[in-house]
């Protein structure tokens, strides 16, 4: 299984409600990752987990709350977004977090957050 | 500033060759260079990386020059199903950093 899946695919969210997004894989990968992605626009870097722990938070706003439960699963807690937070949300893992180095990340399908 | 440049877009015909071009001149001597793609509706997918010499997989072939300032990745033969934005990574200090990428285009 080389899978990442995020769920939900879709969502729309008022800028008063709390959501979370959710990521999985069962590849035994060690670093999970959250990315940003506007449209037209390059995947930017949110947070990364390595082993669990949060080890890298790119100056994201507290409005964005990431939870690594398990080695398998990675969520994104949503509060109060504004609109401009509309984009999609995408999920990497890959078996260690230095992925930059010798080896592949692999990327879910991502969640499309529509704020209103 | 570290900064990755891509050329936004390039067009080629079906069963010819493309080479895509990153420039990367700041990136240090032990970060590997990967490319990834993104088609439409989908999330990035892992093309090939290397550090200093030249790499080969089933999907492409990765060109790094001596200086390691630039890359180049290499589609052997284009097909409808490699259109897509084909994303230059590097690290840059502990930021892995997604180039602006390149839309490419291929004709039938």
């Known amino acids: 299984d080389t899978e990442v899946t995020q769920t939900p695919k879709h969502l729309v969210m008022g800028m008063t409600n709390k959501k979370s997004l959710k990521c999985e894989q069962h590849m035994g990968h060690r670093a999970m990752y959250w990315y940003k992605q506007k449209a037209k626009k390059p995947p930017e870097l949110m947070f990364v987990y390595s082993y669990e722990k949060l080890s890298i938070n790119e100056s994201v706003p507290s409005r964005f709350s990431p939870e690594c439960p398990n080695s398998s699963l990675l969520n994104l807690h949503l509060h109060a977004l504004q609109p401009e937070d509309s984009a999609l949300y995408l999920c990497?893992?890959?078996?260690?977090?230095?992925?930059?180095?010798?080896?592949?990340?692999?990327f879910g399908q991502g969640t499309r957050l529509t704020v209103v | 500033d570290a900064k990755t440049t891509q050329p936004n877009s390039m067009e080629s015909n079906e069963e010819e060759p493309v080479h895509l071009p990153c420039n990367h001149s700041t990136i240090s001597g032990t970060d590997y260079i990967h490319w990834y793609r993104q088609l439409p509706s989908q999330g990035p997918e892992y093309v090939i990386h290397?550090?200093?010499s030249n790499v080969n997989n089933r999907m492409a072939s990765l060109a790094i020059a001596e200086d390691r300032k630039s890359s180049t990745l290499i589609l052997h033969r284009a097909t409808l199903r490699d259109a897509a934005v084909y994303y230059c990574l590097c690290n840059y200090g502990q930021n892995f950093v997604f180039g602006p990428g390149t839309r490419l285009s291929v004709l039938p």
């Open positions: 290397g550090l200093t």
């Open positions: 990497a893992s890959s078996p260690e977090a230095e992925y930059s180095m010798n080896t592949e990340a692999f």
